[in-house]
């Protein structure tokens, strides 16, 4: 792997000079079709409303949407002229989005107007009730969000206080080349350019800081470990929020000048009508999303007869799953990777050349420019080959930090420069490594890191509840569900359902409990600490999980 010491904005103006009339982006649902000319002509013009708009190199702006055009739009055009993105979870709610607003500074938030339930004009006014008498294109002033001073809407319609798409890109005409230029020749490599929040333990949330170099030669190493080449076609539903989206693929795609065919969001037919019609050659996605393509190819027939490649990774994945990937898709190339958000994100990989049961049951090995060892949680000392202990990596893609959180970050980097990642492990002699469970009690579902301390403090807010235990019980589809474990009030009743509907409106769907239950007291060590490996193999009988619990991943 070659080291690429360039800002995003440098890389994509060399792609767009060498592979000017190639295309860069493709929507097979809508008329979206750019040549990289084209996308870094998009990605200037959005920079320069920035600028227009008034933000300043080193300002903070989320981004509340889906896999729309304007998304990769705005990763590009931000990371120009030196605004850093804060990229914000789809499924989030009020309390959620208010959260991080705040613990980010942003300046600005950019929004589509609603996704799926979920009214995203509606939960930013319940934030800021204020906006709705705000008029449209002033700046913002509220005391309860005071570094907030503009509201966008990623879409022609209009909605109290917010400016719309075309009046924000107005904003830039006044802007010249000149001026961009200035702006982007002032933005280095080392710079944080994107902030993106994974759950805490502490029960919030935390701003990984990213930069240029960390994502730019993730999405390059990881490009060169699935052989993405100028010639492919990849195609995504992976949210572009997650690293997976906005690194692993779109910027993926720019190092390589290859074509990125965006889904706005996963729904499994579209996906393969869309790699039928674009004859993608690369396919992305996380175990649920390749199960749930694999069923959807039981009822209809699609040419998928160009896939070949692809990355499967965001959760564990089954080694059943990864078979049928390469016997029914056809993707004799799919690898698996493994990582972190701290990580930019992908620490391991496995390689196309690997031989199949290496790619169907390990996460494969160090990227390039990345260092992995696994040590023993309790003193830290390296471990031999085959001994499980938590995966440590250092190396270019390790974070900047947590925003404004020095204490957590000094926790997950050592003096050495060491991210201790909180997964167990083991390495093999060659490298290759297997991930055997976590240290911390987290849950991933479907790809979405869920930290069950986050969702203990919301149900504390319940009157009813005296205590409560969150855990992950396995899933087939999902791979993991979240379970409540609840202790009641002394003298109080409740149902499931209660609980669930207290949750609906006020934490992301994916975060409200599939199962509850009630309990009068919980499995404790001798020092009173509560068991929760204990709390999953009770569910896991109790609610006849032992098929989940059994499906072998790498």
């Given at each position: 792997?070659?080291?690429?010491?360039?800002?995003?904005?440098?890389?994509?103006?060399?792609?767009?000079?060498?592979?000017?009339?190639?295309?860069?982006?493709?929507?097979?649902?809508?008329?979206?079709?750019?040549?990289?000319?084209?996308?870094?002509?998009?990605?200037?013009?959005?920079?320069?409303?920035?600028?227009?708009?008034?933000?300043?190199?080193?300002?903070?702006?989320?981004?509340?949407?889906?896999?729309?055009?304007?998304?990769?739009?705005?990763?590009?055009?931000?990371?120009?002229?030196?605004?850093?993105l804060v990229t914000v979870n789809t499924q989030y709610q009020a309390s959620e989005l208010e959260?991080?607003?705040?613990?980010?500074?942003?300046?600005?938030?950019?929004?589509?107007?609603?996704?799926?339930?979920?009214?995203?004009?509606?939960?930013?006014?319940?934030?800021?009730?204020?906006?709705?008498?705000?008029?449209?294109?002033?700046?913002?002033?509220?005391?309860?969000?005071?570094?907030?001073?503009?509201?966008?809407?990623?879409?022609?319609?209009?909605?109290?206080?917010?400016?719309?798409?075309?009046?924000?890109?107005?904003?830039?005409?006044?802007?010249?080349?000149?001026?961009?230029?200035?702006?982007?020749?002032?933005?280095?490599?080392?710079?944080?350019?994107?902030?993106?929040?994974?759950?805490?333990?502490?029960?919030?949330?935390?701003?990984?800081?990213?930069?240029?170099?960390?994502?730019?030669?993730?999405?390059?190493?990881?490009?060169?470990?699935?052989?993405?080449?100028?010639?492919?076609?990849?195609?995504?539903?992976?949210?572009?929020?997650?690293?997976?989206?906005?690194?692993?693929?779109?910027?993926?795609?720019?190092?390589?000048?290859?074509?990125?065919?965006?889904?706005?969001?996963?729904?499994?037919?579209?996906?393969?009508?869309?790699?039928?019609?674009?004859?993608?050659?690369?396919?992305?996605?996380?175990?649920?999303?390749?199960?749930?393509?694999?069923?959807?190819?039981?009822?209809?027939?699609?040419?998928?007869?160009?896939?070949?490649?692809?990355?499967?990774?965001?959760?564990?994945?089954?080694?059943?799953?990864?078979?049928?990937?390469?016997?029914?898709?056809?993707?004799?190339?799919?690898?698996?990777?493994?990582?972190?958000?701290?990580?930019?994100?992908?620490?391991?990989?496995?390689?196309?050349?690997?031989?199949?049961?290496?790619?169907?049951?390990?996460?494969?090995?160090?990227?390039?420019?990345?260092?992995?060892?696994?040590?023993?949680?309790?003193?830290?000392?390296?471990?031999?080959?085959?001994?499980q202990g938590e995966l440590c990596a250092r190396g270019y893609s390790i974070m900047a930090g947590?925003?404004?959180?020095?204490?957590?970050?000094?926790?997950?980097?050592?003096?050495?420069?060491?991210?201790?990642?909180?997964?167990?492990?083991?390495?093999?002699?060659?490298?290759?490594?297997?991930?055997?469970?976590?240290?911390?009690?987290?849950?991933?579902?479907?790809?979405?890191?869920?930290?069950?301390?986050?969702?203990?403090?919301?149900?504390?807010?319940?009157?009813?509840?005296?205590?409560?235990?969150?855990?992950?019980?396995?899933?087939?589809?999902?791979?993991?569900?979240?379970?409540?474990?609840?202790?009641?009030?002394?003298?109080?009743?409740?149902?499931?359902?209660?609980?669930?509907?207290?949750?609906?409106?006020?934490?992301?769907?994916?975060?409200?409990?599939?199962?509850?239950?009630?309990?009068?007291?919980?499995?404790?060590?001798?020092?009173?600490?509560?068991?929760?490996?204990?709390?999953?193999?009770?569910?896991?009988?109790?609610?006849?999980?032992?098929?989940?619990?059994?499906?072998?991943?790498?």
């Open positions: 792997m070659s080291f690429l010491n360039q800002t995003i904005g440098a890389l994509l103006d060399e792609v767009s000079e060498r592979l000017a009339d190639k295309e860069a982006m493709v929507y097979a649902d809508r008329p979206v079709r750019y040549t990289y000319r084209q996308l870094r002509q998009a990605s200037d013009q959005v920079a320069k409303a920035l600028i227009g708009l008034g933000i300043k190199k080193g300002d903070t702006i989320a981004l509340w949407a889906t896999n729309v055009p304007e998304w990769v739009l705005l990763q590009l055009g931000s990371a120009k002229m030196g605004a850093i959260y991080l607003l705040k613990q980010s500074d942003s300046t600005a938030i950019f929004l589509v107007e609603r996704f799926k339930q979920s009214d995203y004009v509606g939960i930013f006014n319940a934030i800021l009730p204020e906006l709705r008498e705000h008029p449209r294109g002033k700046v913002f002033e509220f005391s309860s969000l005071p570094k907030l001073r503009h509201g966008i809407l990623l879409s022609e319609q209009s909605a109290p206080g917010l400016l719309n798409w075309s009046e924000f890109l107005s904003l830039g005409e006044a802007v010249s080349d000149e001026t961009l230029r200035t702006y982007q020749d002032a933005t280095s490599p080392e710079d944080v350019i994107n902030i993106q929040y994974t759950s805490g333990t502490t029960g919030f949330p935390k701003g990984v800081m990213l930069t240029h170099i960390n994502i730019v030669n993730n999405a390059n190493a990881v490009a060169d470990a699935m052989n993405l080449k100028e010639e492919d076609r990849l195609c995504f539903p992976v949210p572009l929020f997650h690293c997976f989206g906005c690194v692993m693929s779109s910027l993926a795609c720019v190092t390589k000048g290859a074509t990125m065919v965006p889904i706005e969001y996963f729904e499994p037919h579209t996906v393969l009508k869309a790699v039928e019609q674009e004859q993608c050659t690369a396919l992305h996605g996380v175990p649920t999303m390749f199960i749930a393509e694999l069923e959807a190819l039981k009822t209809k027939t699609y040419d998928i007869g160009t896939l070949r490649k692809g990355i499967m990774a965001g959760s564990p994945c089954p080694v059943e799953v990864m078979k049928q990937v390469i016997t029914t898709m056809g993707m004799e190339e799919v690898t698996i990777a493994y990582g972190q958000t701290e990580a930019s994100p992908v620490i391991t990989q496995t390689r196309i050349d690997d031989p199949l049961e290496r790619r169907v049951a390990t996460v494969g090995r160090n990227l390039d420019g990345i260092e992995v060892k696994i040590v023993d949680p309790a003193t830290g000392e390296t471990l031999p080959y085959g001994q947590y925003y404004n959180m020095p204490e957590a970050t000094r926790q997950a980097i050592d003096e050495e420069g060491w991210l201790h990642t909180g997964d167990l492990a083991v390495m093999d002699e060659e490298g290759y490594c297997n991930i055997t469970g976590r240290l911390k009690d987290m849950i991933i579902r479907g790809g979405d890191n869920i930290y069950p301390r986050e969702i203990e403090e919301f149900l504390y807010r319940h009157p009813k509840i005296a205590d409560v235990q969150v855990v992950g019980l396995p899933d087939v589809k999902y791979g993991e569900e979240v379970c409540a474990v609840i202790r009641l009030r002394e003298g109080e009743k409740a149902t499931a359902e209660e609980i669930r509907e207290f949750c609906r409106g006020q934490i992301a769907y994916n975060k409200i409990p599939r199962f509850v239950d009630f309990v009068q007291d919980y499995p404790v060590t001798a020092s009173g600490k509560i068991q929760k490996y204990r709390l999953r193999e009770t569910y896991i009988e109790k609610y006849h999980l032992q098929e989940a619990a059994g499906i072998v991943t790498a």
